[in-house]
Every structure is written in C-alpha cells, then in structure tokens.
C-alpha cells in the first residue's frame, strides 16, 4: 500500500465516520457547532496519531495476550494528557466538550486502528494512517458541525440530539452519490460494498 | 514477564500523565481561577450596587466542614456604599453525580442568598449539567431564600418531598446541590457571628 493511498483511504475510501461509522457517541454529541467539533477534532487526531506511534514503536514487545490492556493504557494516557492541555490553555473548550473529551479514550476507531494496524505496521506507515484516519473523522466532524450549525439558524431541528443523526444520514448519502459518480466509470470493483463485512475494523477488507 | 511488561507499561504510561499534570498545574489553576472570577462578575452584576471588598481567610475547622471543605477558603466581603452587606462564600456539596460540585453563593449577613452559582462541576451533560446558569435558569430560583423565611420543604427537592424540581433523569444532581446549600445556610444561620471568625488576609 502506497503512503498516498493509506492518507486517502482514511480521509475517503474507508472514511472513519462515513463509511465505517466508528466513533459515532463523540460524532454525534460534540457537532453542534463548528468551534465544538474542531476541537474534539483536533483532540481526537493527536490521541490517534500518538496512540498509532507508539504502538507502532512498541508492537515487538507487546505479546498478543496482553495486547489489549496496553493499547488501553497507551490511549488512556495519552487522552488524559490531551485533556490536560486543553484545560489549560483553552478552559473554554474545555467546557463545551465536556464528557467527551475523556471519552476519546473509549473511541473505538482508536483501539480499532491500533488493534488492526499499528500493532504489524511499520512506525511510519502507522503515523500516516492515524493521520489520514484522524484527519478524516476530524473532517467528518466539522462538516457534521458545520452543516448543523448553518441549518440550525433555519430549522432549530438542527442543532438539537436527532439534527445530527439526520444530518450525519445526509453527509453518509452525500459520501456515497460522490463516490459513485468518481470510481464507477474506471473501476467499479472499489465501490464501497454494500455488504455488511464493509463496517469490519480489523483487517483488510477485500 | 506478561505481568511484568504490563506493569512497566503502567509504570511508563503513568510517568507520562504525571509530568503532563505538573506541567499543566499551573496554567489550569490559573484558568479556573479566572472562569470563577467570571462567573461571580457575571453573578453579581445582577444584583443592585453592589461591590468586592476585602478578601478575608477562613480557617474554623467545624465551619469549613459545614460548608464541604477540608482546608481553609477564601470568603470575600460584598460591599454598598463602602458598608459590608454581605459575603462571598464558597460552598462544596460533596454528593455530586461524578465528584463533589463546587458553588459561590453571595449570602446577606442575615443571611439571605443574593444569588449562587456553580463553578466547578462534572455532571452528565444534558441531564445533570442543568444545575449551571449557562444551560438553565435553575438555580436562579435561590435567590432570595433564606431559612427563616422559606420553609422546610423549600430546601428539598421534590423525589425527597419537598418541593424543589430536580431533572428527569437526574435526581442526584439537584438533590447534591440543594442539600449543599441547606447545609451551608443552617451553618451560618444557627452561627449568625460565624464573620468574627474572619481573618484578614
């Protein structure tokens, strides 16, 4: 796998929010306004990114058996870091995010990308797919964010809880119409299935 | 050796949250602090002429548990016309949902509440967090009361008998705060020279 190809498949093809739907809790509660999104955003991408690192670094030394209580723990400190930092140099973020801010520790597109990936992958290949990964659920969330916060000064439907599963409905739609229109006419094959093994987080899905 | 890796990792990862909490102390200290200053600018805006004076320590050990602390506070004098008409308290209620929440309350030297505020909370949000001023009026209803003039109930919230409307779906944030409170205006009621027990700073 190419290193443009495991940035795009996190940012497009295999989208962490749009096309896997993983990590949807934060997703959905944290985008009601841009500001709000892009935090946890940012949050989210440098616990993911960290995490793929020093996995990655590690992986020759975490036997299977432990595996998963030390991926935990590599995530959990890294989150709580995370949390630390913005407290301390933006407590108003801080505020508005709340909950989901320690939360980050129990995204599955977190342990899903460690467990799958960075535990056989190489450190360099394992930062660019957190990054691609991070970057995509990031953007995914802002758009949600975005689109919820323009609508919401038209329909207050927007802005509150069931806004966001209609709205993370349109951008999954929107996702897929846009998808087809680009790859059917060279390759039809690299559609994202219509099977169920296509929300499968571990391993390479064919 | 399993064992033994993970406890090294356990050993490492926490290194790691340890130095980031010292190196974050300060500037999170700092921002609360300021959050706070806010809250109470914003609190006391809404009541008629009123001004800051002296900040003044508080060191009774029997007052300051009353009030859900174990070490010694800050209580600052709220000022009209340069006469001391009440104080700036700060209360914890230890109870909270996730952890103790932390309230300003500016208290008469009767005492009345002039008005309160939450400062410092973990409470679910959507559910719990309606006891903050930014998310709902709630706990504008204090002000006001004082225990001579407001009844029994009036300090109880409604699953408890009283009268005092908790949230659907959380009862033991409302119930934490509210008792928080009574505990903290019987305190200073039944002790009505508890300012002598002052100590400039």
Known sequence: ?206 | MNALKLAIFGFLTSALVGLVYVWTAEPIAKAQQDARDATIRAMLSEVDEIGLGIETSLTDARLLEQLGWSTPIVIRALTRNDAVVGYLVPIRAPSGYSGPIDLILAVTTEPRILAVRVTTHRETPGLGDAIDHRKSDWIQQFAGYALDTHAAEDWIVRPDGGVIDAFTGATITPRAVVNGLRRAMSALTNDPSWPSKLEVR
């Open chain 1, 1 to 206: 796998m190419t290193r443009m190809t495991t940035l795009t498949q996190g940012l497009w093809t295999q989208n962490p929010a749009l096309v896997q739907l993983l990590g949807l809790c934060p997703l959905l509660a944290v985008s009601n306004t841009i500001a709000t999104a892009t935090g946890l955003a940012i949050a989210t991408l440098a616990v993911l990114v960290g995490a793929n690192l020093s996995i990655s670094l590690i992986r020759a030394w975490v036997p299977d058996t432990i595996r998963l209580p030390a991926f935990i723990l590599v995530i959990a400190a890294l989150t709580t870091c995370a949390e630390r930092l913005v407290q301390a140099y933006d407590y108003n973020l801080y505020e508005s995010l709340g909950i989901f801010l320690p939360l980050i520790v129990t995204n599955c597109l977190i342990l899903g990308r460690a467990d799958a990936l960075a535990r056989r992958t190489p450190p360099w290949a394992s930062l660019l797919d957190g990054i691609g990964q991070g970057l995509g659920f990031g953007l995914a969330l802002i758009a949600l964010g975005a689109l919820r916060e323009l609508a919401g000064s038209v329909v207050l439907l927007a802005i509150l809880p069931p806004g966001a599963f209609i709205g993370l409905g349109i951008l999954v739609a929107a996702h897929r119409l846009i998808h087809r229109r680009l790859v059917r006419p060279q390759d039809p094959a690299s559609l994202p299935s219509t099977e169920t093994k296509r929300v499968r987080t571990t391993g390479d899905v064919t």
